[in-house]
């Protein structure tokens, strides 16, 4: 705190607050595996949870700091932060950008896919005679090129804070070729929202 008085000829806790003050993020992302791809998910942080990261990034920035003196590389990445500069100001902009940047995927901070256990199988080895390949073999393509395990998605999730049941086919996958579990899914999915007495969408 002396070396922050120091450099600024101003109160070190005041300092000390406005730096964690300016790093401390408001949103963050989040990583979500749905149905075998990977969404970054834009979600909003609390005061205690978004201090606690400005604090980590702070003492992560001052730690690549030049020199063997932490207590001179900690105060000096502070000075910085106060100022609105330096490696932790970055970090926390650079996690806003990614966060705005992936509000398309914010319903899926509470997706809750279902029956992902539940995959598709060939017991009899079908054969695609115009396309010369087996059929395992295609979806295989299809699962590496769009990053879904099946055309139909399938889950739960809140809509303006309203439960809803949701089901969605995407065309891409396989022109629409439907697996061998997809209708057992979509019924479920259906006796599911009536169960829970929820929209379906």
């Given at each position: 705190?002396?070396?922050?008085?120091?450099?600024?000829?101003?109160?070190?806790?005041?300092?000390?607050?406005?730096?964690?003050?300016?790093?401390?993020?408001?949103?963050?992302?989040?990583?979500?595996?749905?149905?075998?791809?990977?969404?970054?998910?834009?979600?909003?942080?609390?005061?205690?949870?978004?201090?606690?990261?400005?604090?980590?990034?702070?003492?992560?920035?001052?730690?690549?700091?030049?020199?063997?003196?932490?207590?001179?590389?900690?105060?000096?990445?502070?000075?910085?932060?106060?100022?609105e500069s330096g490696d932790a100001i970055r970090k926390r902009e650079e996690t806003h950008r990614m966060a705005e940047a992936n509000r398309a995927f914010a319903h899926f901070r509470t997706w809750n896919p279902m029956d992902e256990d539940m995959i598709?199988?060939?017991?009899?080895?079908?054969?695609?005679?115009?396309?010369?390949?087996?059929?395992?073999?295609?979806?295989?393509?299809?699962?590496?090129?769009?990053?879904?395990?099946?055309?139909?998605?399938?889950?739960?999730?809140?809509?303006?804070?309203?439960?809803?049941?949701?089901?969605?086919?995407?065309?891409?996958?396989?022109?629409?070729?439907?697996?061998?579990?997809?209708?057992?899914?979509?019924?479920?999915?259906?006796?599911?929202?009536?169960?829970?007495?929820?929209?379906?969408?």
């Amino acid at each position: 705190m002396k070396k922050i008085q120091q450099k600024t000829k101003t109160n070190s806790l005041f300092v000390l607050r406005q730096a964690i003050r300016g790093v401390t993020p408001n949103i963050a992302v989040k990583t979500r595996h749905v149905s075998g791809s990977t969404h970054h998910v834009s979600i909003e942080i609390g005061s205690t949870q978004g201090k606690t990261l400005a604090i980590r990034w702070l003492l992560g920035a001052s730690q690549k700091c030049p020199g063997q003196n932490i207590a001179f590389k900690l105060s000096s990445e502070l000075v910085d932060a106060a100022k609105e500069s330096g490696d932790a100001i970055r970090k926390r902009e650079e996690t806003h950008r990614m966060a705005e940047a992936n509000r398309a995927f914010a319903h899926f901070r509470t997706w809750n896919p279902m029956d992902e256990d539940m995959i598709s199988m060939d017991p009899i080895k079908f054969y695609l005679k115009e396309e010369s390949e087996f059929y395992k073999n295609r979806m295989d393509s299809y699962q590496r090129k769009i990053g879904l395990t099946e055309i139909a998605q399938r889950g739960t999730s809140q809509l303006n804070g309203i439960f809803v049941a949701i089901g969605i086919m995407n065309f891409q996958f396989m022109e629409g070729s439907m697996g061998s579990v997809i209708g057992e899914k979509i019924t479920r999915l259906i006796e599911n929202a009536g169960n829970q007495l929820v929209p379906l969408i």
